[in-house]
């Protein structure tokens, strides 16, 4: 389910966030950030919110990037609100791979290595926010926990328009694309779209 901070009233919470995240939270991200990237323009610099509730006895997700192609993929920063608290003993906890490398953990137990995986449990009302190309994934969510995992997921956007000046470089017709109003692919980008396309078949 999507959000976009103007739903029904009975969303309650979920909904006043969403707004929160747009606005609030965007604009300290952009001061935050401005010397590290530049985030699209206020209006379409956050995607709708989307909403999952992870069922007990569920999989979790796999590990796998928000952005695995930054030249076609406006999505910068990732951010997780949890709903609810969920003990440790449960599971579906947020791993978040500090480097790209892939490290086998299992059999290699040493400090240097466990300090490459940051583990969040949810809890209610912890907002996560990471860089979207960061390595993440959702461990397994047992059956004996006490309720389903609720949590909210929103994507910060770049402005592309960089990028774009950046490719014109080599490629004078890019200039054409996109205006003064942002309308370019951080309007046009579906997180909905990107999210079906890493379900496992």
């Not at 999507?2 to 969403?18: H, I, N, R």
């Not at 995240?21 to 610099?45: G, N």
């Not at 000046?165 to 890019?174: G, I, V």
Request: hydrophobic share 30%.
């Amino acid at each position: 389910m999507w959000l976009d901070g103007l739903d029904s009233p009975s969303y309650g919470p979920a909904s006043e966030m969403t707004q929160i995240m747009q606005h609030t939270i965007c604009h300290a991200l952009k001061e935050a950030l401005k010397t590290k990237v530049r985030l699209a323009s206020s209006s379409l610099a956050m995607s709708d919110a989307m909403f999952a509730q992870y069922e007990r006895g569920s999989a979790g997700f796999v590990r796998h990037s928000d952005n695995s192609n930054p030249l076609t993929d406006p999505r910068t920063v990732s951010a997780v609100y949890y709903l609810n608290t969920i003990h440790p003993q449960h599971g579906g906890q947020l791993l978040l791979h500090r480097k790209d490398e892939d490290i086998d953990y299992d059999d290699n137990d040493s400090d240097d290595n466990q300090q490459q995986i940051v583990r969040v449990s949810p809890k209610s009302d912890r907002l996560v926010l990471f860089w979207s190309h960061m390595d993440h994934e959702v461990t397994p969510f047992n059956h004996d926990a006490p309720e389903p995992r609720r949590a909210l997921s929103f994507w910060y956007l770049k402005d592309v328009r960089m990028t774009r000046e950046h490719r014109s470089s080599s490629n004078s017709d890019s200039r054409s694309i996109g205006n003064e109003d942002g309308d370019d692919s951080a309007a046009n980008y579906s997180p909905l779209r990107e999210f079906i396309k890493e379900l496992p078949a």
